[in-house]
Antibody, heavy 119, light 107 residues
Framework: QVQLVESGGGVVQPGESLRLSCAAS????????MHWVRQAPGKGLEWVTF????????YYADSVKGRFAISRDNSKNTVYLQMNSLRPEDTAVYYC????????????WGQGTLVTVSS | EIVLTQSPATLSLSPGERATLSCRAS??????LAWYQQKPGLAPRLLIY???NRATGIPARFSGSGSGTDFTLTISSLEPEDFAVYYC?????????FGQGTRLEIK
């Protein structure tokens, strides 16, 4: 069965960096694009970024453009989110999700990892 | 950028009743709209894609309709496990965007 397991969350101070990982299993990783979506405490869902199946195309929400970078290692079935210059408003649970057949719907989701940015 | 507005913000109903949730887009998204269910402490789950197609394993009591700017998620007869928050999401224009959610609570 499809599994997505996020890791790397934690508490950091404003301006610091953090790298999240999402390990995928149960499907052919190289066939699917991957998303990161976040959810601030008590708030709704915010799409953050997407990487194409082969890593050639990447897209970002305006709120993170220039600060966050998505990447993938298809040999390790893992997608990453490098987060730099973190701000308190980046505090959220970060979910990775598998795309649905290049349809940009989010078919399978991980359990999420909490990132807290606070001084 | 397309904005999705969901209504109502909160819907209070009893098990066995019919639920109708709305999602309105600021411009046409054709049929490129999905619905997700999220229960407390859990990740969202895809229910409906392309406005009216149920995802794998989703019960038939969930149905979606609409096109253009107005969409509806209907739950024909509420089960206790259906009380949750529901989000719509469009993929017609970049970036993908979610609505703010509708909380379906037990009356």
């Amino acid at each position: 069965q499809v599994q997505l397991v996020e890791s790397g969350g934690g508490v950091v101070q404003p301006g610091e960096s953090l790298r999240l990982s999402c390990a995928a299993s149960g499907f052919t990783f190289t066939n699917f694009g991957m998303h990161w979506v976040r959810q601030a405490p008590g708030k709704g869902l915010e799409w953050v970024t997407f990487i194409q199946y082969n890593g050639n195309n990447k897209y970002y929400a305006d709120s993170v453009k220039g600060r966050f970078a998505i990447s993938r290692d298809n040999s390790k079935n893992t997608v990453y989110l490098q987060m730099n210059s973190l701000r308190p408003e980046d505090t959220a649970v970060y979910y990775c999700a598998r795309d649905m057949d290049s349809a940009y719907y989010l078919y399978y989701w991980g359990q999420g990892t909490l990132v807290t940015v606070s001084s | 950028e397309i904005v999705l507005t969901q209504s109502p913000a909160t819907l209070s109903l009893s098990p066995g009743e019919r639920a109708t949730l709305s999602c309105r887009a600021s411009q046409s998204v054709s049929s490129h709209l999905a619905w997700y269910q999220q229960k407390p402490g859990l990740a969202p789950r895809l229910l409906i894609y392309d406005a009216s197609n149920r995802a794998t394993g989703i019960p038939a009591r969930f149905s979606g309709s609409g096109s253009g700017t107005d969409f509806t998620l209907t739950i024909s007869s509420l089960e206790p496990e259906d009380f949750a928050v529901y989000y719509c999401q469009q993929r017609s224009n970049w970036p993908p965007a979610f609505g703010q959610g509708t909380r379906l609570e037990i009356k």
